[in-house]
T-cell receptor
Framework: AQSVTQLGSHVSVSEGALVLLRCNYS??????LFWYVQYPNQGLQLLLK??????LVKGINGFEAEFKKSETSFHLTKPSAHMSDAAEYFC?????????????FGKGITLSVRP | DTEVTQTPKHLVMGMTNKKSLKCEQH?????MYWYKQKAKKPPELMFV???????INESVPSRFSPECPNSSLLNLHLHALQPEDSALYLC????????????FGPGTRLTVT
């Protein structure tokens, strides 16, 4: 079964510093991978998605992620953190088969940004 | 327009009440989803509708009853809930294929007293 692992529960960076949020996947078939962000008291917003077209995926708000099959990873990065990036971040994986495929989320990482 | 709307934003109900949550999308998506999210946890899938038919029920208690009246609307009927059902209920929609992303609504914050 497909799954994702997000190590750690909390990452704290200084404003302007590099953001690196880790996600490793487990999948027996080529996965579709997603990063979502959730701000307090809001729904989930899609940051970016990997669907095998390109290994380096650019998303919204300056985020990007690189799909590395050899490492089974899909880490999220942003060169320079902004205070507004403070939120909960979820990595998710979905099988490629039809409507009955499920989106499986990692446990999430809380990103804090220090002034 | 990539918006999914949900009403109400907040709902407080007693254990004997009957209430409904509503979700609407106008993106032409043919798959719609209900998720339950507890604080500091990822969303948990409850139901999936594909082409207006229920395709996945994640063994959800019968006090939750989903309904998909048409391709744009999704309801979740609530009856005889328990305090542990208090959570954020999220609706999402997508095209019915795994490669397509899901778009989420803002959620309904439900409190059961």
């Amino acid at each position: 079964a497909q799954s994702v692992t997000q190590l750690g529960s909390h990452v704290s960076v200084s404003e302007g510093a590099l953001v690196l949020l880790r996600c490793n996947y487990s999948s027996s078939v080529p996965p579709y991978l997603f990063w979502y962000v959730q701000y307090p008291n809001q729904g989930l917003q899609l940051l970016l998605k990997y669907t095998s077209a390109a290994t380096l995926v650019k998303g919204i708000n300056g985020f990007e992620a690189e799909f590395k099959k050899s490492e089974t990873s899909f880490h999220l990065t942003k060169p320079s953190a902004h205070m507004s990036d403070a939120a909960e971040y979820f990595c998710a994986v979905r099988r490629s088969t039809g409507a009955n495929s499920k989106l499986t989320f990692g446990k999430g990482i809380t990103l804090s940004v220090r002034p | 327009d990539t918006e999914v709307t949900q009403t109400p934003k907040h709902l407080v109900m007693g254990m004997t009440n009957k209430k409904s949550l509503k979700c609407e999308q106008h993106m032409g998506h043919r798959a719609m989803y209900w998720y339950k999210q507890k604080a500091k946890k990822p969303p948990e899938l409850m139901f999936v509708y594909s082409y207006e038919k229920l395709s996945i029920n994640e063994s959800v208690p019968s006090r939750f009853s989903p309904e998909c009246p048409n391709s744009s609307l999704l309801n979740l009927h609530l009856h005889a809930l328990q305090p542990e059902d208090s959570a954020l209920y999220l609706c999402a929609s997508s095209q019915p294929s795994g490669r397509f992303e899901q778009y989420f609504g803002p959620g309904t914050r439900l409190t059961v007293t």
